[in-house]
Nanobody
Framework: QVQLVESGGGLVQPGGSLRLSCAAS????????MGWYRQAPGKERELVATITGGGTTNYAESVKGRFTVSRGNTVNTVSLQMNSLKPEDTAVYYCKIKLFRGGSWSDYWGQGTQVTVSS
């Protein structure tokens, strides 16, 4: 089984910064893509940013230039640096690892961490 633990959410004023971190443990070995998704009240969960094991990144248009996803020095850790935060960034942020094993991909999710951008 794979477990994901997120940290770093909280309350920040517009224009501020936060850094989210996520660590995968358990049977989290193999080719993988890690990333962040978010879900605001009344909305569907959406992609924020992903990063492959080789470092290729992908961002939602709404966060390009403001957010940076990166892999940690420890295997299967990922961070999301969020700058110039806006009220519309308010959501529960979820970490996800997509693992390729045995010829197929499997998704594992963290429990989510709340990010609130408000003055």
């Amino acid at each position: 089984q794979v477990q994901l633990v997120e940290s770093g959410g909280g309350l920040v004023q517009p224009g501020g910064s936060l850094r989210l971190s996520c660590a995968a443990s358990g049977s989290a070995f193999g080719i993988n893509v890690m990333g962040w998704y978010r879900q605001a009240p009344g909305k569907e969960r959406e992609l924020v940013a992903t990063i492959t094991g080789g470092g290729t990144t992908n961002y939602a248009e709404s966060v390009k230039g403001r957010f940076t996803v990166s892999r940690g020095n420890t295997v299967n850790t990922v961070s999301l640096q969020m700058n110039s935060l806006k009220p519309e960034d308010t959501a529960v942020y979820y970490c996800k690892i997509k693992l390729f094993r045995g010829g197929s991909w499997s998704d594992y999710w963290g429990q989510g961490t709340q990010v609130t951008v408000s003055s």
